[in-house]
Structures are given as structure tokens and as C-alpha cells.
């Protein structure tokens, strides 16, 4: 297929999965807002949201100061943030057209019919019912990645638009993790902490993960065990582990005669992370974990780009 | 002002319904009053959420529209369409041949028949593609005929266009509207179906592959998503299963045509370019274009690739060239033109041109190049200040302007704010040479939806209909 049409493709799945990524964040952190009784620093660490998505400086430049209302406006409607929720939907939809023949026509019209919608909700019964937002924009993604499972053929085209998919919920994944891990740990180890239900449960419930704790581990939530399954659960579909899984699998299925190198990363990523315990992970450090993780899937993205999407000389 | 002297598709008058349409009136009589109204919003709704819009140029920003769609359809007899058809057949192949024998011997020239500056002297006239032998001699493999039907009922040819024409694709997507929204109206009609064009087009677009070609790989090149006519190009492309191009996604190595894929370049052996032939090779024609192909030409003369059309067209589908439309069929095909030509005076003759300018208010006169109605003065509907404006434009370049009377055009009930009123029409039907000359039964029915308006470009401001051709 065309490389600008796979470029395409596999942005459209990314900034999909980021809107959605992005309203999970925000929906907890506003949850865990309204949760926490005194004004403590983890109710209120609007900033953390910012750190995450690396716009502090943007926000700066057009905001006086961080409050939930601001950060949230910023984050989820501002059209002139080109990482919002609206601008990632709108984004998406942009790569969408531009390759709308590609797509099946109930992908496109889910593609289009989201942004419309997104585009014509007036602001204040957005920001009225800020849960109901996110809800609809976790489900709109839901459609499309249902839609595009269920009626695109199995060929290049869906391989790219599953890529996209998983290298962009492994990374938010991941950066979700190293922030909610800082803060709630504190300078405690994952044992000494004390395992706040509400928080962790919220953090949980952020990555669609509540019930599947219960079901895996019927115990209490403890943070150890939450970084487990987070990472490095095979069968729990918003893990690293899986994530790296999915990337590997839908890039044997693409490969060309530049991408052994970028093919054998993959692979490594995702032996380092099949045979990893979360002991050891803990001991050598989760922060310093995640972040070998986001520099190793970052590596993988760019090579890709480089492989396959961007124009090769005849 | 309807004008008063214009066919009436559907009454041949007050009391009396044409039989083609006695059908429909039955079925109208049957249905709730406010019917109409929501299926029309019904269709908007879909049209809508299916993105089938249209770009405006003037409007900026890339500004995305939707062209308005009248429920009512647009029915043509079956004998009607057969005249039709046969007189498409013959002038798409007449003009095909005064485009190889422009661009070779010139038999039309030396015999006097059309003034050879009015051909070489043409702005339109590709030097480039003298003596360049195209497959099947085929020039415009995708012709759009403008047709009307003035008040005597008679079909004339308005306009040839022989370039990119546009417009197939509303043509398709009004019929499964109908289908969708009126699914009973089609148990009372025998309606020829014209799903099969992206089939047929794909059978064409092959035919012309380059010599030795068992299985040629095709592609549309669009200009990209800011193009009025997008939708279209991706809709084609989608609908024939093949790739879908910008000028970027080619490349020209050794005169052979790749594009550039995930498993690396790829040979391309038949363009359906939506490109103007200005942009199409920016180290022949015009520099500063993105939208085209370095080397694009060399590969074209070499005969490694197929250009849809083909370059060099403009010249035949010319308004200056139109009024010898008649000439060309008797003198290649030695036959009558089936289909008449509306008559026309050209300016840039003495006569017609003082004959112009005493009768400017009952004229249209149309700029030689234009198209897309843009540069046009209705007469009847101008102002004192606009025909003078008009005036002094004319008299600074006599040669770029042609004038016809003005037409009628027919009528065809449309469904509008007051109701359901008529409004003027035309009919672009699609015609593909190849292997040989094929159509599918119909074409894009225009519509001026203001009331008296006889433009009906979408660019305009007009809506497009469904089109019946009936099978007996």
C-alpha cells in the first residue's frame, strides 16, 4: 500500500486511542479530585496532567494559573491545544479523510460522525457533565476500534491501524503509571506504602482494570500488585505486555526488507517484559523501568515511520 | 422568472401529466403532506454523516459543503435516452478523432474546415503532444456532455467536457439515496440501473493500458483533500479498489512511472489523473505545481504510461471550438450529428460581434475559457451595470468571448422552501471511450434551485437530482 496512506492510518489510530487515553486521565483525576476530603496534594495535582502530556510550557503561555477548571478546559476542549481531546478527534478524523477511501465506509462515517459531534456539543453541557463527556468520548473510541476490528480486511491496512493503536496506549499507559506511581508512593517503596482504596482503585478503574484486579487476584489492592497486572499481565488488554505483544505481532505481518532491525526490537521488548517479575522490576526501580519502556517504544515508533511511512526513493 | 416558453418534464401542461411521470403523481398523491420535507432532511442527515460534501473555492479555510438534493427525481423516457445515447456514441468519437488528427496529420486543418489559428493559436493546444501516438488513439477516455432540453423539447449539446469532468460520483450517491429513502417508488418503476459505473470505468481505464500490459495497475491521482471534487476522487478509487494518489506518492525513475509503497516503489501503468494538465509535470508545464510529477511527460511520450484523460483536450472541449462540433462529425464520420450544437456567435467574427453587442440584454455570453459558470453574464437576469461592465470586457478582448441566445432550459418539479415548484435542469451524462464507446443509462441531473435561475452549477448554488432512465 501506498506510504502515505499507511501514515495516514496510523495516525488516525493514534490520535483515536490518544482522545481516548487522554479522557480516561482526566476522568479519574477529576474523580479522585472530588474524592479526597482536604485540599492535599494529590487531589490537587492538576500539574501531574500537564507533566504526563509535557505541555506545561503551552499551558503557560495561555493560562495564568493551574486549576482543575483551567487544566481540564486545556486538556479536553481547547481547540488551539493540538493535544486535546478535541483537536486529537478532530486529528483523527483529518488523517481519516484523507484516506477515507481505504476505509470501510462504516469506519469513515464512525470517524466523521464522532468529530461532527465533537465539533457542534456546545461547551457549557460539555463542561456541565464533565463524566458524561468522557464517557462518550471512551466509547466513540470503542466504535471505531470495534468498527474497524470488525469490518476492515485483515491485510496491511489494518496491521497499520493496529499499530498505531498499541504503541499509542502503551506509551499513555506507561506515562500514566510513572506519574500515579511518584505520587502515590511518594518516597515510600510499593510494602511500606499504605494501599489507599479509593486512589488505587481509581487508578485501576482509569485503565478499565477494576474488576479484572478482582477477578485476577480477589484480594486486596496493593500497588505492587496493581503494577502487575498493568505491566506485565499477558491476558489484561490495556497492559504493557500485551501492548508490546500486539506491536510485535502486527509488525511481522508488515515486514518489508528495512524492518528486520526495527522487527528484532520488538521482539526484545517483548521478551524483556514476558520474562520480567515485578520484584525484580521494583527493585532496580519502577520509574527507571517505565522509562527504558518509553524510550524503547519511542525508538520503535520513529522506526517505523523511517521503514515503512516515510517516501523511499525508487 | 420562469421563463414562460420552457419544457415542462413532468406536465405537458396544466391538467395533463406526461405518461412517464403518471407513476410518480399517483404515488404523490398517496403520501402525507410534510413527506417530502423530512425525507429531505432525512438525506441531508446521511449525506452529512457519509462526509459526500464539496469544497468551495473563495469560501477559505478549506470549508467543506454539502451539495443540496432534490427528492424528486428527473425521469427520462426510454426512446429519449436511446436518441441520447446514440448521439453521445457519435459526438464522443468525433471528437476523439479531431484529437488524434490535431495532434498528427491535421486533415481537418488543410481542409479548410476550421480556421487552423483558432486551433494552434489555442491556449489549450498541447505542442507537447504533437505526434504523440496515444493507446487506442484515445484523447479523452472520460467525457462529460452537457446537455439541455430547450422549450421545443429538443435535446441540444451545451457544452464538451473533454478534460476532468467531475460529478459521476453524485450521480451514484443520488441513486442509492432514492433507493434508500424511496425504496417504494422503485417497485413502480423500471429504473436502469447505474451502480455498474466504477466497474465499467476500471474495464475502460484498463483497456488503454500501454501495449504488453497483462495486468496493469491503475490509480487516481487527486490534487489532495483541499480539491472541490475529493470526495469524488476517493470515491472512485475506493470504488474501482484501486490506490488513490497525490503527485508526492510518484515518482519518475528511467520514464517508468512507481509510487511509493510500504514494501517499496511500485510500477503504475494507467493514471485517471483529476489533475489539470498545467499542474501535471512541474519540469514541463508549470513550474511551481505540487500537485504533479517531475518527469511525468517523458514517461507519458515514452509510452510507459497511460494518462485519463489524455493531455491536450482542453482544446476540443474549447467554447471556441464547440461550434465546429457539427462540422467535426460530418467530416470524420461522415454522418449527421444526432445531437444539435446551441447556436452560437463567436466574437471575434465581425458580424456575430456587432450583432452581440446590439442585443447584449437577450444573450448569455460566456468567457471562452471559463467554466464552472464563473465569468458568465445572463443577460435577462443582469443589471443596466452589469451588462455595461460586460460590455467594455468584451470590447477589450472580443476573441474571449462566445454569446448564445438565452435557453429555456426545461423544467422539472423540485422540492423548494414554498413547496414543490419547477426549476430549471440540465443533464450531464458520463461517457467512456475505450475498447469502444460505453455509457451507463442517466447522468448527473443539475438543478438552479432560485427560482428563475438557469445556472446550475453547484458552485452556483444549484442541487443535483436523480436521473431515471426507464428501461421501456
Request: overall charge negative.
Amino acid at each position: 500500500m501506498l506510504s502515505r496512506t499507511a501514515d495516514h492510518l496510523y495516525w488516525m489510530a493514534r490520535y483515536t486511542e490518544r482522545a481516548e487515553n487522554l479522557a480516561r486521565m482526566l476522568d479519574v483525576h477529576n474523580r479522585m479530585t472530588l474524592l479526597t476530603r482536604e485540599s492535599s496534594l494529590v487531589g490537587q495535582d492538576w500539574e501531574g496532567i500537564l507533566t504526563i502530556n509535557q505541555l506545561e510550557r503551552d499551558f503557560q503561555q495561555r493560562y495564568s494559573h493551574i486549576t482543575r477548571e483551567h487544566v481540564i478546559h486545556f486538556m479536553a476542549f481547547d481547540a488551539e491545544n493540538p493535544s486535546s481531546i478535541h483537536s486529537c478527534l478532530r486529528l483523527a478524523r483529518e488523517n481519516a479523510h484523507a484516506v477515507r477511501g481505504t476505509l470501510t465506509s462504516e469506519l469513515w462515517e464512525t470517524m466523521n460522525a464522532t468529530w461532527l459531534k465533537m465539533r457542534d456539543m456546545p461547551l457549557e453541557s460539555m463542561e456541565r457533565d464533565l463524566g458524561a463527556f468522557f464517557e462518550w468520548v471512551k466509547f466513540r473510541s470503542h466504535l471505531s476500534r470495534g468498527v474497524s476490528v470488525g469490518t476492515m480486511l485483515q491485510d496491511e491496512a489494518f496491521h497499520f491501524v493496529r499499530l498505531g493503536t498499541f504503541l499509542e496506549r502503551s506509551d499513555n499507559t506507561a506515562r500514566l503509571l510513572d506519574v500515579k506511581y511518584r505520587l502515590l508512593l511518594g518516597a515510600h517503596t510499593a510494602e511500606e506504602a499504605s494501599p489507599d482504596y479509593y486512589q488505587w482503585g481509581g487508578l485501576l478503574r482509569s485503565l478499565s482494570a477494576f474488576e479484572i484486579y478482582r477477578k485476577v487476584y480477589r484480594d486486596l489492592i496493593t500497588p505492587r500488585r496493581v503494577a502487575e497486572l498493568l505491566l506485565l499481565r499477558v491476558d489484561m488488554p490495556r497492559s504493557l505486555l500485551y501492548c508490546a505483544q500486539e506491536v510485535l505481532a502486527n509488525l511481522e505481518q508488515i515486514a518489508n526488507r528495512h524492518s528486520a532491525e526495527t522487527l528484532r526490537r520488538a521482539g526484545e521488548l517483548f521478551a524483556s517484559l514476558r520474562y520480567s517479575r515485578i520484584d525484580t522490576v521494583f527493585e532496580r526501580g519502577f520509574h527507571e523501568f517505565l522509562d527504558r519502556f518509553l524510550v524503547s517504544i519511542n525508538d520503535i515508533g520513529t522506526r517505523i515511520s523511517e521503514d515503512f511511512l516515510l517516501p523511499v526513493a525508487a | 422568472m420562469i421563463a414562460a416558453d420552457y419544457y415542462n418534464e413532468m406536465s405537458a401542461s396544466e391538467a395533463v401529466v406526461r405518461p412517464h411521470y403518471q407513476p410518480y403523481a399517483e404515488w404523490f398523491q398517496n403520501v402525507p403532506a410534510d413527506w417530502l420535507g423530512q425525507k429531505r432532511n432525512e438525506a441531508d442527515l446521511l449525506f452529512h454523516r457519509l462526509g459526500i460534501t464539496f469544497a468551495v473555492y473563495g469560501e477559505g479555510g478549506g470549508k467543506e459543503r454539502l451539495i443540496p438534493f432534490d427528492v424528486i427525481p428527473r425521469i427520462i423516457p426510454h426512446r429519449e435516452w436511446s436518441i441520447l445515447a446514440a448521439g453521445l456514441r457519435q459526438r464522443v468519437q468525433a471528437l476523439n478523432l479531431f484529437l488524434q488528427d490535431i495532434y498528427h496529420d491535421q486533415h481537418i486543418l488543410k481542409a479548410g474546415l476550421i480556421p487552423s489559428a483558432a486551433v494552434l493559436n489555442n491556449t489549450q493546444y498541447r505542442p507537447e503532444m504533437i505526434g504523440v501516438d496515444v493507446p487506442g488513439q484515445i484523447y479523452s477516455h472520460i467525457a462529460g456532455i452537457d446537455i439541455i432540453r430547450a422549450g421545443d423539447g429538443e435535446f441540444y449539446v451545451l457544452e464538451d467536457n473533454l478534460r476532468v469532468p467531475s460529478g459521476v460520483s453524485y450521480m451514484l450517491e443520488n441513486r442509492r439515496m432514492m433507493m434508500r429513502l424511496f425504496p417504494d417508488l422503485f417497485a413502480r418503476y423500471k429504473v436502469a440501473p447505474v451502480e455498474h459505473y466504477p466497474d465499467m470505468l476500471l474495464d475502460n481505464l484498463r483497456s488503454v493500458a500501454p501495449a504488453g500490459m497483462l495486468d496493469p495497475t491503475v490509480v487516481v491521482l487527486t490534487p489532495g483533500v483541499f480539491n472541490s471534487a475529493y470526495f469524488e476522487h476517493s470515491f472512485l478509487a475506493q470504488q474501482m479498489g484501486v490506490e488513490l494518489v497525490e503527485g508526492r506518492d510518484l515518482l519518475v525513475k528511467d520514464d517508468f512511472v512507481y509510487m511509493r509503497t510500504t514494501q517499496g516503489p511500485r510500477r503504475v501503468d494507467v493514471i485517471y489523473r483529476r489533475v489539470d494538465d498545467d499542474f501535471l509535470d512541474p519540469e514541463v508545464f508549470r513550474p511551481d505545481s505540487m500537485l504533479g510529477v517531475p518527469g511525468l511527460l517523458a514517461a507519458y511520450k515514452a509510452g510507459h504510461v497511460t494518462l485519463c484523460n489524455a493531455i491536450g483536450t482542453g482544446v476540443a472541449d474549447d467554447k471556441s471550438i464547440y461550434p465546429y462540433v457539427p462540422q467535426m462529425i460530418q467530416f470524420y464520420l461522415s454522418e449527421a450529428p444526432i445531437l444539435h450544437n446551441v447556436s452560437t456567435f463567436m466574437l471575434r467574427q465581425r458580424a456575430d460581434y456587432e450583432y452581440v453587442m446590439a442585443h447584449l440584454p437577450e444573450l448569455v455570453v460566456k468567457e471562452v475559457h471559463g467554466s464552472g459558470g464563473y465569468g458568465m453574464l445572463v443577460g435577462p437576469a443582469a443589471s443596466q451595470a452589469e451588462l455595461e461592465a460586460f460590455r467594455l470586457r468584451i470590447a477589450a478582448n472580443p476573441e474571449h468571448y462566445i454569446a448564445q441566445p438565452t435557453l429555456a432550459l426545461s423544467a422539472c418539479p423540485t422540492f423548494v422552501e414554498a413547496g414543490i415548484a419547477p426549476r430549471h435542469i440540465d443533464l450531464r451524462p458520463f461517457v467512456l471511450a475505450g475498447r469502444e464507446i460505453k455509457m451507463v443509462p442517466g447522468g448527473l441531473t443539475r438543478v438552479a434551485l432560485r427560482e428563475g435561475s438557469l445556472v446550475v452549477n453547484s458552485s452556483q448554488g444549484g442541487g443535483t437530482k436523480d436521473t431515471w432512465v426507464l428501461e421501456h
